[in-house]
């Protein structure tokens, strides 16, 4: 049975002054690298990821940390990230970089969490194995022979392996809930307009949700905490209010 730690027993060692962000990341880093045979990124923020890491040890030897202080996030290379390269898993888009970030990841951003690469996929999300990759399929760690599911294969991989807290994917038809369902871990698609679509390239508009994957139903929490709710950018995004996703866990304090 997999023992990655969730992102509520990090917090605690970087608050107790046990770990930090640095070596946190470092760690993550070290996995990736590991277990590059999985295939499950396509880019890797080595040194950006590690900057950024002892930006965010600067706030919480502060006190200024934000919600999600210290929280690796692996993102889909669906979703845009300003100034990295946005493939979608194909040659097409391979030395294509983006603008502007999507909003979601702006948001993880904003609350101190930390990026470490964009993963693999079925190229433009159009697959259900993550095998259709034009930069090579992703494997299943719980067994190597067998898919992962997809098309947020890559995300959900590097959730299961180890290799980040969290990750967001996109589910337009099951396309964060069965590589969940296949790598043993947990993944949620919101409800429409929950969360803001700015800032990711779409298979069907009308369909398309951004979610996280994590190893604990509270790590989910968190991350839907943080980035669901209105966007201006998004015209189909719920004006109505973010309610209190972790104080309803047992044991979780409301954030």
């Not at 940390?65 to 690796?72: D, S, T």
């Not at 040659?91 to 702006?106: G, K, M, N, P, Q």
């Not at 098309?151 to 969290?166: E, N, P």
Request: aromatic share 6%; glycine share 8%.
């Amino acid at each position: 049975m997999r023992t990655h730690p969730t992102y509520d027993t990090t917090r605690k060692n970087l608050d107790a002054g046990a770990t930090t962000c640095e070596d946190v990341t470092q760690n993550y880093l070290n996995v990736i690298e590991e277990k590059r045979r999985l295939n499950a990124f396509l880019s890797v923020f080595n040194e950006k990821s590690l900057e950024r890491a002892r930006a965010v040890d600067k706030k919480l030897a502060a006190g200024k940390a934000g919600r999600l202080a210290g929280m690796v996030v692996a993102i889909k290379d669906v979703l845009c990230l300003k100034d990295t390269s946005t493939t979608c898993a194909s040659r097409i888009l391979e030395d294509f970089v983006s603008l502007h970030s999507a909003t979601a990841v702006e948001r993880l951003i904003a609350e101190d969490a930390i990026v470490i690469g964009k993963t693999n996929m079925d190229e433009f999300a159009m697959g259900s194995s993550t095998e259709n990759s034009a930069f090579g399929p992703v494997l299943n760690p719980v067994d190597e022979t067998r898919v992962p599911g997809g098309s947020s294969g890559g995300s959900c991989v590097a959730v299961a392996a180890g290799m980040a807290h969290t990750s967001l994917g996109t589910d337009t038809g099951g396309s964060i809930r069965q590589p969940a369902s296949f790598c043993g871990i947990v993944g949620m698609k919101p409800t429409y307009g929950r969360v803001s679509r700015y800032g990711l390239v779409a298979l069907s508009s009308s369909f398309d949700q951004i979610g996280p994957f994590a190893n604990s139903v509270a790590d989910v929490a968190r991350v839907l905490q943080v980035i669901a709710g209105h966007d201006e950018h998004d015209s189909t995004s719920a004006v109505v209010p973010v309610p209190h996703y972790c104080s309803a866990l047992t044991g979780m304090s409301k954030e």
